[in-house]
């Protein structure tokens, strides 16, 4: 019973350096989803799929690409990574969009120097 | 774009005592629900609401769905020291074609009174 996994769960890398954070979930969720936790923010989403090959921006998408060639793999690309994006980055996943219940991974702390 | 308003951004907690904290926002959203986040770890869902006005518990946790469907409250009663950790308040908007997407709101710290 594996469900959502991430990885790495910690990441420190420089300024202009591409990284990828991997997200994978063994219950063949339709939906994915991509968050980003910050102090004062809270959870803001990045980017969600609702089936492979199908994905679209959520609030702050500028500066991530994603990709879903399978159902359970959805990973998180920073093409050249910034300070602002130090981080932790939450992968989730949910059966059905209509519920709202989602199942979250443990994190990927990033850090950008 | 929508927001939601999570109150209060932290308290204490001393074991044993009732705590209560609310989400509100200025537009509808169709479901409710409330997360609790652990140091280190994801959010864990902790309770669902479908319904305006819908009551529901889990354990020594309730949570209702406001009438107006604009806010929701989770009341933890008898806390214990397993209690501290973040809350999270999330709604998922009323509109017309499903976005697969919630709004959060910025939690709610419960720490345990020094």
């Known amino acids: 019973d594996a469900g959502i996994t991430q990885s790495p769960r910690y990441k420190i890398t420089e300024t202009g350096r591409q990284v990828t954070l991997m997200c994978h979930q063994t219950?063949?969720?339709?939906?994915m989803f991509w968050y980003r936790q910050d102090l004062g923010h809270g959870l803001r989403l990045i980017y969600y799929?609702?089936?492979?090959?199908?994905?679209d921006k959520g609030e702050v998408p500028d500066g991530y690409v994603v990709s879903r060639s399978k159902t359970e793999n959805f990973p998180l690309t920073l093409e050249s990574a910034t300070r602002s994006q130090t981080s932790v980055y939450f992968c989730?996943?949910?059966?059905?969009?209509?519920?709202?219940?989602?199942?979250f991974g443990e994190g990927s702390r990033l850090t950008v120097l | 774009g929508q927001q939601l308003n999570q109150s209060p951004q932290s308290m204490f907690i001393q074991e044993g005592e009732d705590v209560s904290m609310n989400c509100t926002s200025s537009s509808i959203f169709n479901t409710w629900l409330w997360y609790k986040q652990d140091p280190g770890e994801g959010p864990v869902l902790l309770i669902a609401l479908y319904k305006a006005g819908e009551l529901t518990s889990n354990g020594r946790l309730t949570a209702q769905f406001g009438i107006t469907r604009k806010d929701s409250f989770l009341n933890i009663s008898a806390s214990i020291p397993s209690d501290v950790g973040i809350y999270f308040c999330?709604?998922?908007?009323?509109?017309?074609?499903?976005?697969?997407?919630?709004?959060f709101g910025k939690g709610t710290k419960l720490s345990v009174k020094p």
């Open positions: 799929s609702a089936a492979a090959d199908i994905t």
């Open positions: 999330a709604g998922q908007p009323n509109y017309g074609g499903s976005q697969g997407n919630l709004i």
């Open positions: 989730a996943s949910n059966r059905d969009s209509n519920t709202g219940e989602l199942f």
């Open positions: 219950w063949s969720h339709s939906y």
